[in-house]
């Protein structure tokens, strides 16, 4: 800053363009309070390009790009499959440099290799599922409902049958005095059912549910960056910039995402839905607060068998791809 003065006229400041980066000067303002002033520097020098500017929350313009290009950066058979798909595939259809196609036949074996790993995975699961169902599920919620029911013929001088053929008690038949004439091991068995302290059993629910709601947010993310591709080509097509540091998706055809959808975000999507409702009714009549804790644990092994398959079956030097 300079400052110029005269004889008739006052002191004053005058400001001058100043070659400096840009940087926050403070002035007193409003009673002193110190107020930020972005002072705009000088353009970058030449062949430098320019800072990409930022939204409101901090974000560059190129960030969501970016993000839709790194499509397959997990540590599971899925993202394994996805990276298959695109990466070896724009390397096997690309014809421009005898530096691109480098073992086809290779690329392609394991790309088909790779799917029989994702069949493997989505068939295991559904197995599982299955047995869990038919095996564990049903005899857990029909036990309990058993426990209820003697505990409802007990306490209740009028009863019902509902569709279940379980007893039920008539509102305003119940006498809390034959609480007192259980057996100890009835009531040891009684206190134990999850519905008695609801809190607990709504926390172990929460927790569970947010664990599958991870399982498909991770899912709809995957499916978001395959469908923001550019669509371009038939058949196989899959447009790609290959550099030396790797393959660069830029667009793929419709069947390449049709193919994405079907054996990646179905799959998982379906297996995380049915997984959170038998998840849910197991845990509900679990009668036991220590098993409670166990099943919850159990039933998540099923979700992380994908990435199970990840460090176990796939070789090293594909894991490295």
Not at 180 to 205: A, R
């Amino acid at each position: 800053f300079a400052c110029s003065k005269g004889p008739d006229r006052p002191r004053r400041i005058t400001p001058h363009v100043m070659a400096m980066p840009m940087q926050a000067i403070y002035s007193t303002v409003n009673g002193g309070n110190r107020v930020p002033m972005m002072v705009q520097g000088p353009p970058p020098p030449a062949g430098r390009p320019p800072a990409p500017e930022e939204d409101s929350d901090g974000d560059s313009d190129d960030n969501y790009e970016e993000e839709v290009e790194m499509f397959a950066s997990g540590e599971d058979i899925y993202d394994v499959f996805l990276g298959c798909l695109f990466y070896d595939m724009a390397r096997v259809l690309q014809k421009t440099s005898s530096k691109v196609v480098q073992a086809p036949r290779r690329r392609a074996f394991r790309t088909l290799l790779v799917l029989l790993q994702l069949v493997l995975n989505i068939s295991l699961q559904c197995y599982i599922i299955f047995n869990v169902r038919r095996f564990v599920t049903s005899w857990a919620v029909g036990a309990i409902r058993r426990v209820y029911s003697e505990y409802e013929q007990h306490m209740y001088t009028q009863h019902v049958v509902n569709e279940h053929g379980m007893t039920r008690g008539v509102p305003g038949s119940f006498v809390p005095e034959n609480f007192g004439t259980l057996t100890k091991d009835e009531l040891v068995v009684i206190c134990q059912v999850p519905f008695s302290q609801p809190l607990f059993l709504m926390c172990m629910l929460c927790v569970w549910t947010l664990a599958n709601f991870g399982e498909m947010k991770a899912t709809l993310t995957q499916a978001r960056r395959v469908w923001c591709l550019e669509t371009t080509g038939r058949g196989l097509a899959v447009e790609a910039e290959v550099t030396p540091e790797g393959v660069k998706v830029l667009g793929c055809s419709l069947l390449m995402k049709m193919i994405a959808t079907i054996f990646v975000t179905i799959p998982r999507m379906v297996v995380a839905c049915i997984l959170l409702y038998l998840g849910c009714r197991w845990l509900a009549a679990t009668p036991d607060f220590n098993n409670l804790i166990l099943n919850c644990l159990a039933l998540s092994f099923v979700l992380d068998l994908n990435s199970l398959l990840y460090r176990t079956i796939m070789p090293r030097r594909d894991q490295v791809d």
